[in-house]
């Protein structure tokens, strides 16, 4: 069975960092691609950024580049996201997700490609 954990989430205030990490199990890790995505109550699920098996490419959503960083570690079967100067548009629910990439270049935005879902983390930057 197929597992994603999310861990990390809080309430942090605004300019500060947090780091989530997402622990799989039940798969051949090394092998997904894996992302991260976000929603607010009231919008829809969007991407935040995604990092391919090698982890040698990483994509990020333009509201998060610069401030936010994708990595994994597959040894530990975890992925990673490091947010800093964390703003109060960030506050979100933030899942981790899995995909068998489709082709090389595979950038990993879209949602409904993913396979596999964790149950999310709260992300919570008060204005």
């Known amino acids: 069975q197929v597992q994603l954990v999310e861990s990390g989430g809080g309430l942090v205030q605004a300019g500060g960092s947090l780091r989530l990490s997402c622990a799989a199990s039940g798969l051949s890790f090394s092998i997904y691609h894996m992302g991260w995505f976000r929603q607010a109550p009231g919008k829809e699920r969007e991407f935040v950024a995604a990092?391919?098996?090698?982890?040698?490419?990483?994509y990020s959503a333009n509201s998060v580049k610069g401030r936010f960083t994708i990595s994994r570690d597959n040894a530990k079967n975890t992925v990673f996201l490091q947010m800093n100067s964390l703003k109060p548009e960030d506050t979100a629910v933030y899942y981790c997700?899995?995909?068998?990439?489709?082709?090389?270049?595979?950038?990993?935005?879209?949602?409904?490609?993913?396979?596999?879902w964790g149950q999310g983390t709260q992300v919570t930057v008060p204005s």
């Open positions: 997700a899995a995909v068998r990439p489709r082709y090389s270049s595979y950038t990993g935005e879209r949602a409904g490609d993913y396979e596999y």
């Open positions: 990092i391919s098996w090698s982890g040698g490419s990483t």
